[in-house]
């Protein structure tokens, strides 16, 4: 009896503990989900109100006042120049947390209640080095609170149901399941997982049966399991966090501009367009990541199918590198290409993925008037490919990491060179489908090589 209370009072302490977690862990990411949007959105509207002349801002000011958000230039001294909520600040604004990291990282971002208005603000300062000022972009920072207040009643109701629901459900397995329960938790306990054969007494509850079926089963290749399941486990998490984060960047520049455009914040042509175009390029760069996403996660599933047919490589290795001809002349590069008359068996769009991957890459990161070579030849059954070029190259440390998913090993580069950080892992993916073989070479400032090995070769026509 003593064990039944305990059996109900553990499981609705758990639930209890679990719900306030779950809720805490929620308010928690939804505020800095909030807070970084709404700072990121911030810091893109600055970018823009700095490039304006003193009436733009003015004007631009007069609309954010109805907003309730303050606009406020401050000099290098930290007096305050403009404001359009007071019309006359004496107070030195140096010390300000934004401002101290305006003048030191060239933007900064701080959440204080306003000694003026006494509201709730988060204020985003950038700090133009060409006119020597700071503009800084105040908004009440209150609308995770509001959003709180309106899931209250939800969350209250949702805690209530699911109480009532938990103790019924305890109190009904605590009467049912104690004695083989306790069984079954002895019989683990007195064996070695994983290195003892565990059998188990016949249980008249169906659901037991199947149970401790499945344990016996388990338990005969969780030693080989575990370690893989784990892997696993780590490398999905880091593909969502990571693929949400890449995702969310265009995104938020999209929304932004978007915002500024619908309320005619902006009235400049130039700047208008500048916005447009900015919103195409953000916009391409996330089709193309989601395309990408859906390449890996196609190649990853058990049950995909390629399409497959006989390919001419020597005309897609052409059309391929028809693609890149502007930026390789435009950089000055030399490209040495022997291609053999090979036909292969394969996917078209997996090849192609392949070369243009590869050839992206060796572009990309190669430097003023260097070379690109390029070999594909049969050898058996397999199609070799293999390209080198004299780019900037991959550290030893890096060359382990660059077939993972959003790894990029310039980081510094990366920045200004387009890409999802998909390239290599797409290409690691489709060699693997086709149980292929790669194999990276490279060294700093010298170079890269990469070979790739198929058994898809059909015949030398």
Request: net charge negative; aromatic share 8%; glycine share 4%.
């Amino acid at each position: 009896m003593e064990m039944r209370k305990k059996i109900i009072r553990s499981f609705m302490f758990t639930f209890l503990i679990s719900f306030l977690i779950g809720f805490t862990i929620l308010f928690g990411i939804m505020y800095m989900v909030f807070l970084n949007t709404q700072q990121t959105r911030q810091f893109d509207q600055l970018r823009i109100i700095e490039n304006m002349n003193e009436v733009e801002k003015k004007d631009v000011g007069k609309y954010l006042e109805k907003l309730d958000s303050r606009l406020t230039v401050i000099d290098e001294d930290g007096q305050v120049l403009y404001d359009n909520i007071v019309d006359t600040i004496d107070e030195n604004h140096l010390e300000r947390s934004e401002v101290k990291q305006a003048l030191a990282q060239t933007q900064g971002s701080a959440v204080r209640k306003s000694d003026t208005t006494n509201i709730d603000y988060l204020y985003t300062a950038i700090y133009d080095e060409t006119s020597h000022i700071i503009v800084r972009l105040a908004t009440p920072f209150d609308g995770i609170a509001q959003s709180s207040f309106a899931l209250l009643p939800s969350f209250i109701m949702a805690f209530l149901i699911a109480l009532v629901t938990v103790w019924f459900i305890s109190k009904r397995m605590a009467s049912t399941i104690i004695l083989p329960l306790q069984e079954i938790s002895q019989k683990i306990w007195t064996t070695r997982i994983g290195k003892e054969k565990i059998r188990f007494e016949m249980y008249q509850y169906p659901e037991l049966y199947e149970i401790t079926e499945a344990i016996e089963s388990m338990n005969e290749e969780i030693s080989e399991n575990i370690s893989q399941l784990e892997k696993e486990k780590k490398i999905r998490q880091e593909f969502f966090s990571n693929a949400s984060h890449e995702l969310k960047t265009p995104l938020t520049s999209i929304i932004g501009y978007t915002e500024l455009l619908k309320t005619n914040t902006i009235t400049d042509k130039e700047q208008k367009q500048r916005c447009l175009d900015l919103i195409m390029k953000e916009s391409q760069h996330m089709k193309q990541l989601v395309e990408d996403i859906l390449t890996i996660s196609k190649l990853e599933s058990e049950e995909y199918k390629a399409s497959l047919s006989h390919v001419s490589i020597p005309e897609l290795m052409n059309a391929v590198l028809d693609r890149f001809q502007v930026s390789m002349e435009t950089m000055g590069l030399i490209v040495d290409v022997q291609c053999d008359p090979l036909l292969v068996y394969a996917d078209k769009r997996h090849i192609e993925g392949l070369f243009e991957n590869l050839i992206s890459n060796a572009v990309k990161y190669n430097v003023q008037g260097g070379k690109i070579s390029i070999a594909c030849y049969g050898v058996n059954q397999d199609m070799i490919f293999k390209i080198q070029d004299t780019g900037i190259g991959i550290s030893k440390e890096d060359q382990e990491r660059v077939f993972q998913r959003f790894y990029r090993a310039d980081k510094q580069r990366s920045k200004v060179i387009s890409g999802t950080g998909l390239g290599l892992a797409i290409v690691k993916h489709i060699v693997q489908y086709y149980d292929g073989s790669i194999k990276l070479e490279s060294e700093e400032k010298k170079g890269t090589a990469i070979t790739l090995s198929l058994p898809v070769l059909v015949k030398d026509h």
